[in-house]
């Protein structure tokens, strides 16, 4: 089933200056951009986005990293892009995650890694209502469609 997912470049990847190529992997996998932003994060979008850890010792850390530079805010689509998207981003600890993952090439740390991505598809709905407006999201129509996927596939 064609999916939107998102994924936010989290500030260590600005500051290492590893944006452009972090959105080349997406590119090169055959994900479509179906939106894409800079935002600066608050307190409060930051409490919702990572409810499930507020109350972790952890969450103060957590919170102010994400607050250090602006994030970008990038919506991609393809078929079963949630799955592949969370694939792509290998498991939290960059240290464990596999090679070959974002994590797993990009960063050394449990916590600056490189990457947000939504991991369900409810949770992938809430998180693109929260970061983006409907007009931001665009409907790319059959955009590379045809190279990208078998016909029978879409
Ligand atoms: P995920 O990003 O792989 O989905 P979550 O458990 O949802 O992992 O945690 C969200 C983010 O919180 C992680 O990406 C990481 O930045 C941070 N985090 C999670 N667990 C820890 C921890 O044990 N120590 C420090 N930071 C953590
Ligand atoms: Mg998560």
Do not use: W
């Amino acid at each position: 089933m064609l999916e939107r997912t998102l994924v936010l470049l989290k500030p260590c990847t600005m500051e290492r200056g590893l944006m452009g190529e972090i959105i080349n992997r997406y590119e090169k996998k055959g994900l479509r951009i179906a939106g894409m932003k800079m935002m600066q994060l608050d307190d409060a979008i930051l409490a919702e986005h990572y409810a499930h850890l507020v109350e972790k010792s952890f969450f103060g850390i957590l919170r102010d990293s994400m607050k250090r530079t602006p994030v970008v805010a990038i919506c991609l689509e393809g078929v079963d892009a949630i799955s592949v998207v969370r694939k792509m981003t290998g498991s939290t600890n960059g240290r464990n995650a596999d090679l070959g993952t974002i994590r797993g090439d990009y960063c050394m740390s449990n916590q600056q890694n490189i990457v947000h991505a939504s991991d369900s598809p409810e949770a992938a709905q809430v998180e693109l209502n929260r970061f983006f407006r409907p007009e931001e999201i665009f409907d790319l129509g059959d955009l590379n469609m045809p190279r990208l996927y078998a016909l029978d596939e879409v």
